[in-house]
């Protein structure tokens, strides 16, 4: 069983940084894939991004490749989303994730633990 705790949201203008910290309890965390999801009112949950659990193989939706870099720390049971390049488009509650079947799916239903989320907004 792993619990996930997100922080690091905030209100942020176009083209701004943010880094999203999702810290988890457990001393498995190291063995889960890790992934990040994002949920903008009105639509459909989206995947954002996936590691697996040695950091080696990374997934990442079209919409923010190229802008946003997962990593994790195994050592501090942490995952991250560095965000580059903000846009309007990337408001949403922001959601990190676990699964244990090894895969960088960015499938929300192969996932079994979820956090809270933190909330993203991004001014024009």
């Known amino acids: 069983q792993v619990q996930l705790v997100e922080s690091g949201g905030g209100l942020v203008q176009a083209g701004d940084s943010l880094r999203l910290s999702c810290a988890a309890s457990?001393?498995?965390?190291?063995?889960?894939?890790m992934g990040w999801f994002r949920h903008a009112p009105g639509k459909e949950r989206e995947f954002v991004a996936a590691?697996?659990?040695?950091?080696?193989?990374?997934n990442y939706a079209d919409s923010v490749k190229g802008r946003f870099t997962i990593s994790r720390d195994n050592g501090k049971n942490t995952v991250y989303l560095r965000m580059n390049s903000l846009k309007p488009e990337d408001t949403a509650v922001y959601y990190c994730a676990a699964n244990n079947w090894g895969l960088t799916t960015a499938n929300g239903r192969e996932y079994d633990h979820w956090g809270q989320g933190t909330q993203v907004t991004v001014s024009s």
């Open positions: 457990g001393r498995a965390f190291s063995t889960y894939t």
């Open positions: 590691i697996n659990w040695g950091g080696g193989t990374t």
